[in-house]
């Protein structure tokens, strides 16, 4: 009886520990990286959407890689892009990839290590991070 009861504490906890693990509050690294998956997400939802406005075809592609450096780049080319203001869903995105930045040059400023400063792969990537993650 001693051991099976020592096996349940253990497992008990265990399943604790896991818990507290997936409540511990974002880092700035993962919040990023979060934001920037769901933006990339957004835009190819939008761009094959049937009821998307033609306008979204000009859009600037919106392809990113937080460990890019030009990713500032895109985000605020993406954010001054004058048009489709009417679509609610490009204004909805603009308003994420405003806030992306912000958090990026703001608040994870000395968090964030970016890898690269290659623009053209945030225009045509093989296969992103974002991706295969």
Known sequence: ELPRTKMLLSLIALLSAALLANAAPPTCYSRVLSLSKEITESFKELQTSKAADPCVETLPRLYLDIHNYCVLTKLRDFVAYPR???????????????????IMISYCRRDLVFLTDDCSALENPVLSSIESS
């Open 84 to 102: 489709c203001e009417r679509v609610l869903e490009v204004s909805e995105l603009k308003e994420k990839a405003r806030s992306l930045y912000t």
